[in-house]
């Protein structure tokens, strides 16, 4: 049989995707320039081409957190800033054909669209075909006893929150197929929201791998919004970003092979370098030859950027592998609590008062693994040991905050912890103050595999949406 020339087929017009956000909590004004550069690149650029908006608003917990208010109440669950970030360019991308898909339904996306729905109609935008991908909560009795017999011991005593699996793109995909303006997805894996659009588009097959592994990485590359664009790239004297109060989000134009160019929107802050694309392309990649996705094992070992023009730089030389046989989940549980505690010392000596303040909590409190850090000394390069700071000698720092934490699973053990240094105002040493303390549930995370035929992924249509 002859093999497919890829050569002698029409050639869709490459893709363009743009992100507005990249963690739940993020700036909630990235949509509109993202949305403007979208409509004018679709108004001059050639028939058929499509745009794409997403929002990536998942972290490892913000499932469980968002598990936990579905739990107050049956109608949340699901991205707070919602609202915040859709509404303002919702009726936009509608009127434009401007398709939007994110994780933003997060435990609850059949509520998410819903509101979607609502807020439709509340701008007087014709309504919107809602699909919902499903299948990532593994709450159900089969699937909850599939995880108990994976993860053995581990899950003894476990009072679980969430279990969700990262689930692909062909969910996302066959939605768009059947007609879907808005796809709201719970757990997928962040580069799926963009690979499902390219799938769709471009009429990939779910195993053509070296595609799939291209638009992962392009997925890669804007999964985490402004980061790409100069945002977490700034240092400044060192790695100097420009009108960085105002940083642009990234877009990606796709090609029909899967090939990528990086850029940013329009009249906005940051930049687009070779430098900001490579330390992107390698954030939480642990082997370049071998980053595993639901999609793909995507190849970036032989990756190669190049800047074609400013705040724009192509990414090629990626490949891919086939995908793994199994899903990732994550299973959160409740941990306990958290308590913190701080008290500033200033001055003379002030680094002296502040070990001491840590010893004196340390004698009062046995029971209890403390974390010491002295802000403004050593903090961020301290560990939960105390191996750092028993090193580290008494630099004479002369403003010190001093922060003291700890967990436990008893509540009244760890309030404990509050009182204590709430007591160093006059049990000293001298010259605390401004004590600030906080009390919070802990949640813990245990990870697995499950083989994929255990996760029935699937996605239908909001009832009362177009």
Known sequence: ???????????????????????????????????????????????????FLIFETLAERTLALAQLRRRADAQAGYEPLLDEMLRPVLARCLQHGIRIVSNFGAANPRAAARHIARMARELGATAPRIAVVE???????????LLREVLGAQMEGLRIVSANAYIGAEAIAAALDAGAQVVVCGRVADP????GPAMSHFSWRSDDWDRLGRATMAGHLLECGAQVCGGYFADPGFKDVPGLASVGFPIAEIDADGGCVIGKAEHTGGLVSEASVKEQLLYEVHDPAAYLTPDVVADLSNAAVQAVGADRVRLSGIGGHERPTHYKVNVCHEGGWLAEGEISYAGPRAEARARLAAEVLRERLPQLKLRVDLIGTLSILGDDAGRALAATPDAGGRDVRLRVAATHGDRAQAERLQREVMALYTCGPAGGGGVRSALTPRLNTVSCLLPREAVPVRFGFVEGTA
């Open 192 to 195: 799926s929201l963009t690979v």
């Open 1 to 51: 049989m002859q093999g497919t020339n890829h050569a002698l087929e029409p050639q869709a017009p490459p893709l363009l995707v743009g992100c507005a956000a990249g963690f739940s909590g993020d700036r909630t004004d990235a949509a509109g320039p993202v949305v403007d550069t979208l409509v004018r690149r679709l108004q001059s650029g050639p028939a058929g081409q499509k745009a």
């Open 135 to 145: 299948g990532d909560d593994l709450g159900a009795p089969a699937q909850q006893a």
